[in-house]
């Protein structure tokens, strides 16, 4: 199925269009959900032109990076998640592992779409190029990520499917960004606002670092008790806490998805000691990560 034409949200090249494996669900004009099961092939890496709007990717395996435009951003772990939000057509590129098994979704927002659902997220301080968002991926986000790219269901299982997605990551997205007119961030200066952007970034990019308050606070040019105070004002989580969580959700993948041990896991994902780890995962999700191993 091509992508529509009246209000489109990507273009692609007649290769990838064609590419076996690929499947491209219209979930309405200007919204269109792109998946991909299947091996990498050898030779050139895949472009889409973004035509501008919201776009979101999900990887579960076989890439390594992605650029957007002339920005690369590399992927650090099997599972890796961003948010490009941008008013001007964008030119993203897959770079893929050789010849591995690669699973993928990106989901394509145009402005049109986004303005008919009054989601003013390109009014909100996104312009020019755009503006890259690492992507803390939910629970939610990734079961229905998986369920679309499980082979046998229905076309329009699928794009009942597609349409929760795109709900779900907007909604996380407006939540995470702060874009709701009536919450706390109204009265927030700019520049603020996009230093605490910028510390939830790194951390969302590199959870495994040695990061401290003032590591993190220094890199994203705030001081520690500012970014503390207006972290928490943001997304209603301190930013050591936020820190955590996504440690605790690096590791459950690395137990789940890769078959590492408790111990390994808790090393990979910035824990000095596994009875830390261990005990800090048991309050977060409710169950020992041993529980996983079974």
Known sequence: MQPSTKTPAFARSRQVATEPGLQIVE????????????????????????LGGAFFCLTFAGLRASRVGTREIEFPSRENAFALLSSEPVELTSIAAADATRQNVALFLSDEALDRLDIGLLRSGSSGSGQVRHWRMTSAARG????????????QVRRLRAEALALELLADLQEQEGYDSDSSTR????????????????????????????????????????????????????????????????????IEQEGLSVSSAAYACGYDHPGNFAQAFRKHFGFAPSHLRR
Request: glycine share 6%; charged share 20%; aromatic share 4%.
């Open 187 to 254: 009265d927030l200066q700019s520049s603020t606002l996009a230093a605490v952007q910028r510390a939830r970034d790194l951390m969302i990019a590199t959870p495994s670092s040695d990061h401290s308050l003032l590591s993190i606070a220094t890199t994203a040019g705030i001081s520690p008790t500012t970014l503390k105070r207006e972290f928490r004002r943001v997304f209603g989580i301190s930013p050591i806490a936020f820190l955590r969580q996504l440690r605790l959700e690096q590791g459950r993948t690395l």
């Open 144 to 155: 229905l990520a998986l369920a679309i790219l499980r082979s046998g269901t229905s076309r």
């Open 27 to 50: 979930i309405a004009s200007g919204a269109t959900l792109s998946a991909f099961t299947g091996r990498n092939s050898v030779g050139d890496p895949e472009r889409a032109i973004f």
